[in-house]
C-alpha cells in the first residue's frame, strides 16, 4: 500500500494575486500545472485541497481528486490537514508532502528527492532551498530566504525570513514551498497555536521552528518558479518565451 500523499492546498482569496489557482498559464491553469507534475513525480496519490466554488468546479470538469475545506484556516499546511481530516485518511499514511499551489514547474525529479530524504533520514518536516544566483532576489520580500545550518552533509533550517538573512552572508538560499511531514508531526504541528514570529513574516514554517519541531533541508540546482503575484507571472511568461 502506497504511505505518501501529496496535497496541494489553494484558494482564490491570494491577497498578492486573487484568483490564482485559475489564471491560464499556456492553455492549462496554474493548478492544473502543479498537479501534473505532482502525478508525474510518482511518489504517492494526489489530492487539491481548495475552499472556492470556481475551482470545485474546474476539477470536477477535469476528474481531478480534490475535498472541500474550510475557507478559513492559518496556512496552506493547515488546510492540508483539513483535508486528510474530511476525506478521513490520516490512517492511511505515514508522510504528507504539502506542495504549494504556486509552482507550475516544480521538476518532479525534486519532489521525489524530498521524499526520498525524509524516508532515509527520519526526519520530522523535510524541505527544499536553493542558492539564489539572481542577487535582485535577495532583497525581494517576495522570495522567502532560510539561514541554514550545516553538519555532516546535514543541513538543517535555523530561521525563514522575507529580509536577506543571514546578515553580511557569502551565500543566500530560497525557500522553495515545498514540505514533507511524517504525519505524527503534522498532527503536532496543526494543533499548535500560530506563533509570533509566523504572523510577523506570513511564513508558516516559523511556527514548527518557534516550538522545537526540526526541518532538514536539502538543497537543490534550481528553483521553480514561484507565481506569487502578476509580476511573477508575467516574469515567468517572458523568461519562457525568450529561452
Not at 520530522?124 to 522570495?143: P, S
Request: charged residues 25%.
Amino acid at each position: 500500500m502506497n504511505n505518501t500523499l501529496i496535497v496541494i492546498p489553494v484558494r482564490m482569496a491570494s491577497k498578492r494575486f486573487p484568483g490564482k489557482p485559475l489564471v491560464d498559464i499556456y492553455g492549462k491553469s496554474m493548478v492544473y500545472h502543479v498537479w501534473e507534475r505532482a502525478i508525474k513525480s510518482k511518489v504517492g496519490d494526489v489530492l487539491v485541497a481548495c475552499c472556492d466554488k470556481e475551482v470545485v468546479e474546474y476539477l470536477k470538469i477535469n476528474k481531478i481528486k480534490y475535498v472541500n475545506t474550510k475557507k478559513n484556516l492559518r496556512s496552506g499546511t493547515d488546510r492540508v490537514y483539513d483535508a486528510m481530516r474530511i476525506a478521513g485518511v490520516l490512517k492511511n499514511y505515514k508522510y504528507v508532502i504539502n506542495l504549494q499551489g504556486d509552482l507550475p514547474n516544480i521538476n518532479p525529479a525534486d519532489i521525489r528527492n524530498l521524499s526520498s530524504y525524509i524516508r532515509k533520514n527520519n526526519s520530522d518536516i523535510v524541505t527544499l532551498a536553493t542558492k539564489i544566483k539572481d542577487k535582485k532576489k535577495i532583497k525581494d520580500k517576495n522570495i522567502v530566504k532560510v539561514a541554514i545550518s550545516k553538519n555532516n552533509n546535514t543541513y538543517k533550517a535555523i530561521f525563514f525570513s522575507r529580509a536577506a538573512i543571514p546578515y553580511n552572508s557569502p551565500s543566500y538560499y530560497e525557500h522553495v514551498g515545498i514540505y514533507a511531514y511524517d504525519i505524527a508531526i503534522l498532527e503536532r504541528f496543526i494543533a499548535l497555536k500560530q506563533s509570533a514570529l509566523e504572523k510577523l513574516e506570513s511564513v508558516e514554517q516559523l511556527r514548527a521552528l518557534e516550538n522545537r519541531i526540526n526541518i532538514d533541508v536539502s538543497i537543490i540546482n534550481k528553483a521553480p518558479h514561484s507565481i506569487d503575484t502578476p509580476i511573477d507571472l508575467k516574469n515567468y511568461l517572458n523568461s519562457n518565451k525568450n529561452s
